[in-house]
C-alpha cells in the first residue's frame, strides 16, 4: 500500500478550494470595465474596440488573474474587496483568502526539483535572499533547473502554491528580467512579463487551473 504525502494531499484541497473560490470571485465581483482595463493594461485588447483578441485557453487564464489581483479598485484588488464584503464560507476558503489577500509576484529561479514529492526548490533573484518549497503536481513534472520563473505564490501554513498563472523564462534572459524588475511598478511588471512570455518565454503547459 502506497502512502499518501500529506503535503500533496493539503495542496490538492487547497487547490480545488482556491479553483471554485476564483470563480466566486469573479461572479461577485468582475465587470466589463474591470476587464476592459486589465486587457487593456495586458495589450490584448485596444481602448477603442469591444471584443478582447485571445490567443488560447492560458491567455484567458493570465487576463483573469490580472484582473483579480493587479486592477485596483478604491486602492485595492478584486480578491480583497471580496474577502471584506462577502468572505470564505468555509475554514479552507478563509485561509486561502488571507494569503491571497497578502500575495505579490516574485521572479524566482529554479535550484531543485523533487518530482516524487510534487515539489520545486527556488530561490529569490530580486534581492529578497527568500528561499520558496513550492507545491505543484504539474510544475515539479515538467520544469527544469535555472528556469526563472515569475509568478505569484500563495503561501499557507500547510503548503506554498501558485495562484494557477505564471510566466517562464530561460536562465539567459535573468540579467533583462531584474532589470525590468527594478524599472517598472508592480502592474507594468506583470504586463511587461505577459508580453516577454508570449515573445520569448518558456511554452509550458503545467498551471493546474
Known amino acids: 500500500m502506497t502512502l499518501k504525502n500529506p503535503i500533496v494531499e493539503r495542496y490538492k484541497r487547497y487547490r480545488s478550494a482556491g479553483n471554485k473560490l476564483n470563480h466566486k470571485i469573479i461572479d461577485a465581483m468582475m465587470t466589463e470595465d474591470t476587464i476592459k482595463i486589465a486587457g487593456v493594461a ?124 505564471g510566466f517562464p523564462f530561460p536562465s539567459t534572459m535573468e540579467k533583462e528580467l531584474i532589470e525590468i524588475w527594478h524599472t517598472l511598478s508592480a502592474g507594468e511588471r506583470y504586463a511587461k512579463y505577459f508580453k516577454l512570455s508570449h515573445r520569448s518565454g518558456i511554452s509550458m503547459g503545467y498551471w493546474p487551473i
Do not use: W
Open 42 to 165: 495586458l495589450g490584448i485588447k485596444e481602448k477603442n474596440k469591444k471584443l478582447l483578441t485571445l490567443e488560447s485557453e492560458n491567455e484567458a487564464d493570465e487576463l483573469m488573474d490580472f484582473a483579480l489581483y493587479e486592477v485596483l479598485i478604491d486602492g485595492k484588488n478584486l480578491v480583497t474587496h471580496y474577502a471584506n464584503k462577502i468572505g470564505g464560507s468555509s475554514r479552507t476558503e478563509r485561509d486561502l483568502l488571507t494569503a491571497m489577500g497578502i500575495a505579490h509576484p516574485g521572479l524566482f529561479r529554479v535550484i531543485a526539483i523533487q518530482p516524487t514529492s510534487f515539489q520545486v526548490e527556488m530561490e529569490d533573484v530580486i534581492g529578497h535572499e527568500r528561499i520558496l518549497k513550492l507545491t505543484d503536481l504539474g510544475l515539479s513534472q515538467s520544469i527544469e533547473k535555472e528556469i526563472i520563473l515569475f509568478f505569484r505564490p500563495i503561501a499557507l501554513a500547510e503548503c506554498t502554491m501558485t495562484s494557477g498563472v
